[in-house]
């Protein structure tokens, strides 16, 4: 009942930026109706060309987005574990971390030009970091006085991590995760766009501003907030849910 509830507040949440888009659309000459969008918006998911350049974005926005998420793992348990590590490797992350999208787009698509290296590096690079701070709060947040009976009464690494460290992790962990992909989305268009790519969300929303194909511009956009809302709702929210109620068994 209680997810339902909040379905239909999320629900009404979007439903209230179409008026809000209405009046705009009256006002500037580069808006185009809701109306107008919409009845545009079944030919465009009808066509192939549309599923292929968001299935080209979408898989490096998901590898990307992998290789950010184990480093930055990596990097939390290293500098959780030893203090010369947390000092060497606390440099990265606030590198990475303080350097703008702009400029890693730009640094990595310099060195690995037009390859699907480039852009994946982009948005690992740029999300590790917000990952790594993420569970490391977390791994500090860890009751030590646990941590010191599980190694008494000696658990293994797997009761361990799903009795001890978990319980404490798990809110930290989501909460980073959620931050770095909406963070993943918004970068990978900026590479694309950076980058001269031929292929994917940031090159169509690219080609579609350079030539004022302006319903164009819209659809990519709606279809873009569209993805991202689902993979918010719809997969990271439910697996939060997931873990939380195995959590609290």
Known sequence: ???RTHLGWSLTAVALLFPAWWIAAGSANFIESPLTVLQALPGFLASG????????????????LGCGVLLGI???LAMNHNRLAEEVIGVY????????????????????????LGYIFVVATVTFPFMALGLRE?????????IELSKIYR?????????????FIAPFIFSALRNA??????????AEIYGAARHGFGAQFDHAWDYMIMIEVHLWLLVFMALVLLVEYGVLRRLERAVFKWRNA
């Not at 977390?138 to 646990?146: N, P, Q, T």
């Not at 658990?155 to 460290?165: A, D, K, S, T």
């Open 1 to 3: 009942m209680q997810s």
């Open 49 to 64: 060309h549309t599923w292929s350049n968001i299935g080209i974005t979408l898989y490096r926005v998901a590898v990307g």
């Open 74 to 76: 990596l990097a939390a």
């Open 93 to 116: 992350v606030t590198v990475a971390l303080r350097t703008p999208s702009a400029i890693v787009a730009i640094i990595a698509l310099a060195i690995f030009k037009r390859s699907e």
């Open 138 to 146: 977390g791994l500090k947040s860890a009751d030590r006085d646990l």
């Open 155 to 167: 658990f293994g690494v797997q009761r361990h991590v799903r009795h001890v460290l978990l319980p």
């Open 181 to 190: 992909h909406a963070l993943a989305w918004k970068v990978i268009v900026v």
